[in-house]
C-alpha cells in the first residue's frame, strides 16, 4: 500500500481516491498577478515557466497547457518543488502545483502569492493504492480505514486547502 496520485498507475493497481488537488500557480509576492486571487492559464502562457521536472510531474503539468490548447514559454526545469519555489520567489517566472504548503515563503525567505487558476483543469487526486485482488492483512484495513477518517476530502498533511477549494 502507498499513499500517491492517481497518474500513470498499472492495470494490476486499486486506487482508493481520497481527495482532489487541483493545479494552483504561484508568483512572486512583488508581480503584478500578485494581487489577484485568480488567473486563467491563457494569461500565464507568455510568462516564463519554471516546471517541476520530475517524470510524472512534467508529463502533468504539460497536460494542463496542452488541455488549454497552450505552449507554455519553460524557462527553467527543476528537479525539486522547494527549487522551483525559490526561482519563482526570485522572480524567475511562474510555478505550478497541486498542494500548497502551509509556509507562503520559498526556502530562503522570499514571499510568494498563490492563484486559484480559472478553468475545467484536470486536477490530480491523492489516494490510497493497493494491489488489485491482493489479500489486505487486519493491519493493512486498519491503516486504510484511518487513512479514510483522517484524509478523506481533506488537504494533504502540512498544506492548506485553496481559497474555493470543495473537497
Known amino acids: 500500500m502507498v499513499m500517491t496520485y492517481d497518474l500513470d498507475l ?10 482532489p488537488l487541483p ?13 489577484r486571487q485568480a488567473v486563467r492559464l491563457q494569461e500565464l502562457a507568455a510568462e516564463p515557466f519554471v516546471l517541476l521536472d520530475l517524470p510524472l510531474s512534467r508529463d502533468y503539468f504539460l497536460f494542463l497547457f496542452h488541455q488549454a490548447g497552450l505552449t507554455p514559454r519553460i524557462a527553467v526545469r527543476c528537479p525539486q518543488l ?8 526570485r522572480g524567475e517566472g511562474f510555478g505550478i502545483a497541486n498542494a500548497q504548503p502551509r509556509n507562503r515563503a520559498s526556502l530562503d525567505g522570499l514571499p510568494l502569492a498563490y492563484l486559484t487558476l480559472e478553468s475545467d483543469l484536470r486536477p490530480l487526486t491523492y489516494g490510497l493504492a493497493l494491489l488489485k485482488g491482493g489479500r489486505r492483512s487486519l493491519a493493512a484495513q486498519a491503516l486504510l480505514d484511518l487513512c479514510g477518517r483522517l484524509l478523506k476530502g481533506r488537504a494533504l498533511p502540512g498544506t492548506v486547502q485553496a481559497e474555493g477549494q470543495d473537497y
Do not use: N, Y
Open 10 to 19: 498499472p492495470s494490476d493497481v486499486d486506487f482508493l481516491p481520497l481527495a
Open 23 to 35: 493545479p494552483f500557480a504561484f508568483v512572486a509576492a512583488w508581480h503584478p498577478l500578485a494581487e
Open 82 to 89: 522547494d527549487m522551483v519555489r525559490s526561482l519563482v520567489a
